[in-house]
């Protein structure tokens, strides 16, 4: 009895795959976080040495801890049913947790360490156990108390890093970000109780899917959104105005590019896997990857546009071109992960990218935007020529085949 007022809480074979208006509401919290993230990458643009190293390195860090709670939620409304009340008390506080950690991410590694550290431990600590206690006697509130208690463990670095002196949060809050990601990857294990293995997590694959797919389309607004605040704050004039227009095309490249067939797919290959979890733990990882991608992106936009025939500092080339590449690089994995294969045409890209990328030091930020774009391009038309070459593909996933009692039960 305790455990069927327990499984109330899980999703039922009728519950619909799509985003709950909720959800989407969740993201506004995200799209001010991810604007946070792009304005860091952009301060520390102009930096060389260990100081773009170092400023680099904190704003990644920053971001991933900012994407492991997007991902945990994400797996929460398609693993328990989203339109529960207590679910949604779960995602309303969580989203609150993430607006504080959007408004305090300017200055996280400096004087707002500590509300931000605070905030992300509410969603990794407290979080999991208001979970557990709706589950009650259900066999799988062991995992919410599993993720509590790893997350417990890497607490300590979170506060002394946030508490201590400037010069040890980052390598304090690295090591404590390393601990959840690595808890992540082994499913949380515990003495007597083994791991959660994510891969067996029995999940609504479609919702997943639809979440990664509108949190790049999130990552992409903040793209566009960017090439308008800049343009729209500086001087006007013919080669911002060009640089204005390479630079929306391409955004559309990228979409296009996303979105050509493997994209697209996603949930159907989520849908028809029989491991969702763990195609959906693998597409998960990838979409870290495009979302970062995108962003660095727009931070080269915002470069560019700002000064388009200025000096190009090499290290703008890690936005202008080290964006476009990073995205490539994601969407060759995101190719296998669906079909099975590697991708030529973004393989071509890629190499092409890497080789020019030296050449581009010496030429204006606007030739460097211009040539990625026609690389992207390049991509684009390869992938529409293929297509007519060819029969459309379906999603044969070489992850997430076996049946999930074949190597133990579900968690």
Do not use: C, N
């Not at 001010?32 to 301060?43: D, E, G, I, N, P």
């Not at 108390?145 to 002394?160: C, E, M, S």
């Not at 343009?231 to 080669?239: I, L, N, R, T, W």
């Not at 999930?404 to 968690?411: C, R, V």
Request: charged share 15%.
């Amino acid at each position: 009895m305790v455990a069927g007022r327990g499984a109330g809480l899980l999703r039922s074979a009728t519950s619909s795959g799509r985003a709950t208006f909720l959800e989407l509401f969740f993201d506004l919290a995200f799209v001010v976080a991810l604007t946070r993230v792009s304005q860091r990458f952009a301060h520390v643009g102009s930096d060389t040495g260990w100081e773009l190293v170092a400023g680099l390195g904190r704003t990644l860090l920053l971001f991933l801890a900012l994407w492991l709670v997007w991902s945990h939620t994400t797996w929460i409304t398609s693993r328990y049913e989203p339109e529960r009340s207590t679910i949604q008390a779960v995602v309303v506080g969580t989203m609150f947790a993430a607006l504080v950690m959007a408004v305090t991410l300017p200055r996280a590694m400096e004087e707002r360490a500590l509300p931000f550290a605070v905030a992300y431990l509410m969603v990794m600590v407290v979080r999991p156990l208001v979970v557990a206690a709706a589950l009650r006697g259900h066999p799988r509130r062991l995992v919410p108390f599993r993720l509590a208690a790893w997350a417990a463990v890497a607490a300590p670095l979170w506060l002394i890093g946030a508490l201590g002196p400037d010069s040890l949060r980052l390598p304090l809050w690295a090591a404590a970000l390393a601990v959840d990601y690595l808890a992540w990857a082994l499913g949380w294990p515990l003495p007597w109780l083994g791991a959660a293995a994510v891969g067996r997590w029995r999940i609504a694959g479609e919702h997943l899917a639809e979440r990664h797919q509108q949190m790049f389309l999130i990552a992409l607004g903040e793209s566009i959104s960017i090439i308008a605040i800049v343009s729209s704050g500086v001087d006007y004039s013919a080669e911002r105005a060009a640089a204005f227009g390479v630079a929306f095309a391409t955004s559309a490249l990228l979409w296009r590019i996303y979105f050509h067939r493997a994209g697209l797919l996603l949930t159907e290959a989520l849908g028809r896997a029989r491991m969702p979890g763990q195609l959906g733990a693998a597409t998960e990882r990838t979409h870290g990857l495009i979302v970062l991608s995108v962003l660095v992106t727009a931070v080269g936009y915002e470069l560019v546009i700002d000064d388009p025939y200025g000096p190009l500092r090499p290290a703008w080339l890690l936005f202008v071109v080290g964006g476009p590449a990073l995205f490539l690089l994601a969407r060759v994995r995101l190719d296998y992960e669906i079909f099975g294969r590697v991708s030529r045409s973004r393989v071509i890209g890629l190499v092409v990218l890497l080789l020019v990328a030296a050449a581009l030091t010496r030429w204006s930020p606007m030739v460097g935007l211009s040539v990625v774009a026609g690389v992207l391009a390049l991509v684009a038309l390869l992938d529409a020529w293929r297509s007519r070459q060819r029969p459309l593909e379906y999603s044969g996933s070489p992850i997430g085949r076996e049946t999930p009692g074949k190597h133990g039960s579900e968690a």
